[in-house]
């Protein structure tokens, strides 16, 4: 069952926050946080795992609800850099420990 | 380190044609994955494998083949290029499947005509 993503997309200004969602209809062991640049590979961003580990970069910061089988991904005084695609991954109690991937969510940084 | 390799980076096929796409990892991962992007989509596993001569499907397997003899290597076989297969195909790696991050190859651009 793919996740959901929201928002698709958001423009924000340099130093500005954003709040990227994740939701899924099933039972969630992990989620998975990514962020793609265009015409580049999916780089790593933070992984959250169910009874409260996490691992990741210590810029990111992210939250999982394992009762509302949702993840939120928080950025914080936004860069340039950050601009991008993210996509979260999720392993849920169907998937055979496989990621499903959301669509992603359109992050667009302005000066 | 190189990491995770992909052969070759651009391919224009005609419908029918058949090729491999490469992929190698130095990192001594056990499973290993194939991902295909389309535009405005999320990526959706192909096969993947948790070791040496164990490969599986995953959610959109027809028309591709894959094999793992070595841990390093995993190639992915086209048996009869479809426009419809025209994407962005990746290669990852991992320690396994759910709970460590994925390394990513730089990805192969396929247009089928």
């Known amino acids: 069952q793919q996740p959901v993503q929201s928002p698709q997309a958001v423009i924000l200004r340099e130093g500005e926050d954003a709040v990227i969602n994740c939701s899924s209809s099933k039972a969630l062991y992990s989620v998975h946080w990514y962020r793609q640049k265009h015409g580049e590979a999916p780089v790593f961003l933070m992984i959250l795992l169910k009874g409260g580990e996490q691992k990741g970069h210590e810029k990111i910061s992210a939250s999982f609800n394992e009762k509302k089988q949702q993840s939120s991904l928080y950025l914080t005084a936004s860069q340039l850099s950050y601009s991008g695609t993210y996509f979260c991954?999720?392993?849920?109690?169907?998937?055979?420990?496989?990621?499903?991937w959301g669509a992603g969510t359109k992050l667009i940084i302005k000066p | 380190n190189a990491g995770v390799t992909q052969t070759p980076k651009f391919q224009v096929l005609k419908t029918g044609q058949s090729m491999t796409l490469q992929c190698a990892q130095d990192m001594n991962h056990e499973y290993m994955s194939w991902y295909r992007q389309d535009p405005g989509m999320g990526l959706r596993l192909i096969h993947y494998s948790v070791g040496a001569g164990i490969t599986d499907q995953g959610e959109v397997p027809n028309g591709y083949n894959v094999s793992r003899s070595t841990t390093e290597d995993f190639p992915l076989r086209l048996l009869s290029a479809a426009p419809s297969q025209t994407s962005v195909y990746f290669c990852a790696s991992s320690r396994d499947r759910g709970r460590h991050e994925q390394y990513f190859g730089p990805g192969t651009r396929l247009t089928v005509t």
């Open positions: 991954g999720t392993d849920d109690s169907d998937s055979n420990y496989q990621l499903i």
